[in-house]
């Protein structure tokens, strides 16, 4: 009688939670493109993507750390995944996620996010063909994280990761939270997922680009290393807030076979509501396991569906997995992801 007070006092407290996070984010949804730190919305792992993103209930390895922290509570023992992703322009993104289980004490998580931008030269009114100088651009998250059962049914858990931009010589960080549940209702594994991401300060660049030299207005011609030193002062702009909801189901589950269907709620602080379904087979075989996936969000004004296939390795207790996901996108090229993980 009391585990189940406790248990229906805290789904309560946390739904309600997320849902005043979500009517912030509701109002703010006419600002699209008005958040900044774009890359921690940019989708991690090949098998999360290859579901259309439709994970805060499904997810169960490492790489729930960047999608609901309380995901890792699945993890047995401990679990690693690296994913890259040969973005637009040159532009190359690696997503690194770690999770070790500790037993009573819950699970721990290390998550790393790193986007750099190739050296380009720089230009100017008066030398349009090139200075001479490059500069280059660099995004990274490195979060921290800790998951606990709460009940066997109900898990929690919190990420704190510092976030940092940098563009030349100009940089802006912030201390970001993200903060999920997960409730498994032992029903074909049906579990509801929900989470909060990226809830922080504003972030405002600072750095020696924006030093200039103050023009004395009586003498014009006065050389700079005469005049007085000023910096220009950057507007803040706020972080990617996400709210979302979804749940998983094994619609079939036989020797051979595991169907799993799945559904998300996202809201984000700078965009509309997005619905996203998304799919995934497994064909269970002596050593391994063979993966088909599918998705698919609505409303999205960017990107509709994505597949993906994946394998799994068993080698006596150790799990390799390699798993692949191709996107397509409305307006440029699709966009592919590999991933490698081990489960142990």
Request: avoid cysteine; glycine fraction near 10%.
């Amino acid at each position: 009688m009391k585990t189940n007070i406790i248990l229906k006092t805290s789904l309560l407290l946390t739904a309600l939670l997320l849902m005043v996070w979500s009517e912030s984010a509701v109002a703010q949804s006419v600002n699209a493109g008005t958040s900044g730190a774009q890359f921690l919305k940019i989708n991690a792992g090949a098998r999360a993507e290859a579901m259309g993103g439709a994970f805060a209930g499904s997810a169960n390895d490492a790489t729930a750390l960047f999608w609901n922290p309380a995901g890792i509570t699945q993890v047995e023992r401990g679990s690693v995944s690296f994913t890259n992703i040969p973005w637009w322009a040159d532009v190359e993104i690696n997503q690194f996620a770690a999770a070790l289980s500790a037993g009573n004490l819950g699970v721990f998580g290390l998550s790393v996010i790193s986007l750099s931008v190739p050296e380009q030269e720089i230009t100017t009114v008066d030398q349009p063909d090139g200075t001479g100088r490059f500069f280059d651009a660099n995004d990274l998250m490195v979060g921290v994280s800790y998951a606990r059962k709460l009940l066997p049914q109900f898990s929690v858990g919190v990420s704190a990761k510092y976030v940092s931009q940098q563009i030349w010589n100009q940089r802006a960080g912030a201390l970001a939270f993200d903060i999920g549940t997960q409730y498994n209702f032992g029903y074909r594994n049906l579990t509801l997922g929900m989470t909060v991401s990226n809830f922080g300060p504003d972030m405002q660049y600072s750095g020696s680009d924006l030093a200039f030299f103050v023009p004395d207005r009586n003498d014009p011609t006065q050389p700079p290393g005469r005049r007085a030193l000023a910096n220009l002062e950057t507007l803040g702009f706020p972080l990617p807030l996400h709210f979302q909801v979804g749940a998983v189901m094994d619609a079939i589950d036989t020797r051979y076979l595991l169907w799993r269907v799945a559904a998300d709620l996202k809201n984000p602080s700078d965009n509309y509501e997005m619905l996203s379904f998304g799919t995934e087979l497994e064909f269970k075989l002596e050593f391994a396991s063979v993966f088909g996936r599918g998705g698919y969000t609505f409303n999205n004004p960017d990107q509709k569906w994505s597949v993906g296939t994946g394998l799994m390795i068993d080698l006596s207790g150790y799990n390799i997995y390699v798993d692949y996901s191709w996107s397509e996108h409305e307006y440029l090229p699709g966009i592919q992801r590999l991933s490698v993980s081990l489960s142990f």
